[in-house]
C-alpha cells in the first residue's frame, strides 16, 4: 500500500520515494524496535536525502543516547541539542576504530579501520590527555583498540575521543593562540574536518601514555575542528606477573 507522503522529498524527482513516505513517528517506532541498528540506520540513510536527513536528525542521535547514555547526557549538558559534527559522526565514533590506511596519518603502519562491538569511553581518562592547563576540559577517550604483533611496530593500539563544547575549549584556544597548522591533506574521518596534530602542537602530556600502557615517545595523537580525537600508540608488553594476573 503507498501512503500519503508526510514530508517533501529533497532529492531528484526520479527518487523512488515521490511515491509517498512513512511518517518520521513510524521510522522512529521500527528503528526503536530494532534497536536503533546502525548498520540499519546507515542503509536507510543511502535511499535518499530526506532519508538521509532524518538519520542525521534522529535516528543516530537515538543510537548514541542508547549506546552511551551517560556521556551523551553529559555532552549535551550545556544546552546545546545537537553535537559538534552532528549526530552521525558521534555515532560513528562510538562504533569505530579508524585504523590506518598510510599515505597521510600515521604513516608507520597500515591496518584497515573496522567496526568494533563495544568500547569503553571514559572523562576521567580524557584528563591524561590534557595539558594542565587545560584539564578543566571536557574529553572522553575510549579505550585502545588493540592490534598485537604489527611486526617491527610490535603491538599497536588505536584509540578516539571526542571533546565536550570543542568550540569554547581551552585546547582549541592553544591551539590557535600557538598558530598550530592544520594537517595539509588528512580529514578527520568521522566528520570530514581538518586535523590539528597534537605532537606537532607539542600539546601530548606524558600521562597520555601512562594512561594508555604505552612508550611515551611512541604515541600521537590529532583533533579535528569539531573536537573529534583519533590516535595510535605503541603498548608496552605486559609483563609476566600481568599475564599472570590476567589469566586468573
Given at each position: ?8 522529498c529533497i532529492h531528484s524527482s ?19 524496535q530494532l534497536n536503533w541498528n ?137 591551539l590557535i593562540d600557538r598558530a ?69
Open positions: 500500500m503507498i501512503l500519503t507522503k508526510q514530508y517533501r526520479s527518487c523512488q520515494c515521490t511515491k509517498g513516505h512513512l511518517s518520521e513517528d513510524v521510522i522512529f517506532l521500527v528503528f526503536q546502525p548498520k540499519l540506520i546507515a542503509t536507510l540513510s543511502l535511499v535518499c536525502k530526506w532519508f538521509d536527513d532524518l538519520a542525521k536528525r534522529v535516528l543516530w542521535k537515538e543510537f548514541c543516547k542508547t549506546r552511551a547514555p551517560k556521556m551523551m547526557l553529559d555532552l549535551q549538558s550545556s544546552g546545546s541539542h545537537s553535537v559538534d559534527g552532528n549526530w552521525r559522526a558521534l555515532g560513528k565514533l562510538l562504533i569505530y576504530c579508524s585504523g590506518c590506511s598510510g599515505g597521510r596519518l600515521f604513516n608507520s603502519v597500515q591496518i584497515p579501520g573496522h567496526f568494533v562491538y563495544r568500547t569503553r569511553f571514559s572523562r576521567t581518562s580524557g584528563k591524561s590527555f590534557l595539558l594542565p592547563q587545560c584539564r578543566t576540559d571536557i574529553l572522553y577517550v575510549s579505550d585502545p583498540c588493540e592490534h598485537l604483533d604489527q611486526g617491527e611496530e610490535g603491538d599497536m593500539g588505536f584509540f578516539r575521543g571526542v571533546f565536550k563544547s570543542f568550540l569554547v575549549s581551552k585546547v582549541r584556544k592553544r598550530a597548522k592544520l594537517h595539509p591533506t588528512a580529514v578527520c574521518p568521522y566528520c570530514k574536518a581538518k586535523l590539528w596534530d597534537m605532537l606537532q602542537a607539542k600539546m601530548i602530556p606524558q600521562s597520555a601514555s601512562c594512561r594508555l600502557g604505552a612508550y611515551e615517545d611512541c604515541i600521537e595523537y590529532y583533533v579535528c575542528l569539531n573536537g573529534h580525537m583519533l590516535g595510535i600508540c605503541t603498548l608496552l608488553p605486559l609483563s609476566d606477573s600481568e599475564e599472570a594476573s590476567g589469566s586468573e
